[in-house]
């Protein structure tokens, strides 16, 4: 029998309480040296939503597994058609004033770094550089038979060419981009092959159910050691691909500071808990230490 990932995590009730005081972020940064680790929840006031928050899509949805996948055509079918709705939407969205602030906080070199678990590309959108993408990006392909990489933007043409007319109206879409349709609204989409060696289509993502590459889980770690403090923003931590770099840092003695309006699985590890909106929490941060948050993306994506 094949096993499922773990989804999700209740917090215990002993878990220290959050504060709605920013300061201990502004005093970390002041002192440079800070490793972002940002997930979902640093998105959704770009109308991405996130998996676990309030409204999350998992109350909903279960994300496509690798296993899945691979597995099978109709997988395959089902999560292309619903993949390049969502991409519609994806393309739309902006980066907000979360993104804005780490960009500005990595402008003012208060940074050692920024991994990101989020595969929609914002942070860079809005001007952060050499941004670890934890579980790669929706905006490149890869073939699994020749291992070639295409861009997102031109699949997204082949796929409108192959299904022509295709527009159904969503029920929602997921931070993993995958749009919410039924089977019968993916009816008998059509899915095209790899230009190069005809073989299977797959977004360069890390679905549920897959590892992250051990080089790049290795690059996080070398980013852990070289860094003065972890801020993790906008994520739960309930799967081990970022619980384990908050746990590196606090074995390491190195301050872990959590912005997220809910209580995640790495509280027990952080100095303190930020129960703020991301986008309202980092610019009353960069407020704090002199600096302006761009009302623009420095970047079109």
Same mark, same amino acid.
Not at 22 to 37: I, K, R, W
């Given at each position: 029998m094949r096993m499922r990932p773990t989804l999700s995590w209740t917090p215990p009730e002993d878990l220290p309480p959050g504060t709605t005081d920013p300061e201990p972020v502004a005093d970390a940064l002041s002192t440079g040296g800070v490793l972002v680790l940002s997930g979902a929840g640093i998105s959704t006031e770009s109308g991405i939503p996130d998996y676990r928050g309030e409204g999350g899509s998992l109350s909903r949805h279960t994300p496509m597994t690798y296993q899945d996948f691979t597995g099978s055509a109709q997988a395959r079918r089902r999560y292309w058609a619903r993949s390049h709705l969502g991409w519609r939407t994806f393309g739309r969205a902006r980066p907000n004033a979360g993104h804005r602030a780490v960009a500005a906080f990595g402008r003012h070199d208060l940074l050692s770094g920024v991994i990101t678990q989020n595969v929609d590309g914002l942070h860079q959108a809005a001007g952060s550089e050499d941004v670890v993408e934890l579980h790669g990006s929706l905006a490149r392909v890869v073939c699994l038979a020749c291992g070639a990489f295409s861009p997102r933007g031109e699949l997204a043409q082949r796929l409108e060419e192959? +299904?022509? &007319? #295709?527009?159904?109206?969503?029920? &929602?879409? +997921?931070?993993?981009?995958?749009?919410?349709?039924?089977?019968?609204? $993916?009816?008998? #989409? !059509?899915?095209?092959?790899?230009?190069?060696? &005809? &073989?299977?289509?797959?977004?360069?993502? =890390? #679905? #549920?159910?897959?590892? $992250?590459?051990?080089? !790049?889980?290795?690059?996080? !770690?070398?980013?852990? !050691?070289? /860094?003065? @403090?972890?801020? =993790?923003?906008?994520? /739960?931590?309930?799967?081990? @691909?970022?619980l384990r770099f908050v746990r590196q840092a606090a074995q390491a003695g190195k301050p872990v500071l959590i912005v997220n309006l809910e209580p995640t699985r790495g509280d027990r590890h952080a100095v303190t808990r930020v129960s703020l909106p991301l986008g309202a929490a980092l610019t009353t941060v960069a407020e704090r230490l002199g600096m302006a948050v761009d009302g623009q993306a420095a970047v079109r994506r």
């Amino acid at each position: 029998m094949r096993m499922r990932p773990t989804l999700s995590w209740t917090p215990p009730e002993d878990l220290p309480p959050g504060t709605t005081d920013p300061e201990p972020v502004a005093d970390a940064l002041s002192t440079g040296g800070v490793l972002v680790l940002s997930g979902a929840g640093i998105s959704t006031e770009s109308g991405i939503p996130d998996y676990r928050g309030e409204g999350g899509s998992l109350s909903r949805h279960t994300p496509m597994t690798y296993q899945d996948f691979t597995g099978s055509a109709q997988a395959r079918r089902r999560y292309w058609a619903r993949s390049h709705l969502g991409w519609r939407t994806f393309g739309r969205a902006r980066p907000n004033a979360g993104h804005r602030a780490v960009a500005a906080f990595g402008r003012h070199d208060l940074l050692s770094g920024v991994i990101t678990q989020n595969v929609d590309g914002l942070h860079q959108a809005a001007g952060s550089e050499d941004v670890v993408e934890l579980h790669g990006s929706l905006a490149r392909v890869v073939c699994l038979a020749c291992g070639a990489f295409s861009p997102r933007g031109e699949l997204a043409q082949r796929l409108e060419e192959a +299904n022509p &007319g #295709f527009d159904p109206v969503a029920a &929602g879409i +997921n931070p993993d981009g995958d749009a919410d349709l039924t089977d019968a609204q $993916v009816g008998d #989409f !059509r899915v095209v092959p790899c230009t190069s060696c &005809g &073989g299977i289509l797959k977004p360069d993502v =890390v #679905f #549920f159910g897959e590892a $992250v590459p051990p080089r !790049r889980v290795e690059h996080c !770690r070398e980013l852990v !050691r070289e /860094s003065a @403090s972890l801020l =993790v923003l906008g994520s /739960s931590l309930t799967v081990m @691909s970022g619980l384990r770099f908050v746990r590196q840092a606090a074995q390491a003695g190195k301050p872990v500071l959590i912005v997220n309006l809910e209580p995640t699985r790495g509280d027990r590890h952080a100095v303190t808990r930020v129960s703020l909106p991301l986008g309202a929490a980092l610019t009353t941060v960069a407020e704090r230490l002199g600096m302006a948050v761009d009302g623009q993306a420095a970047v079109r994506r």
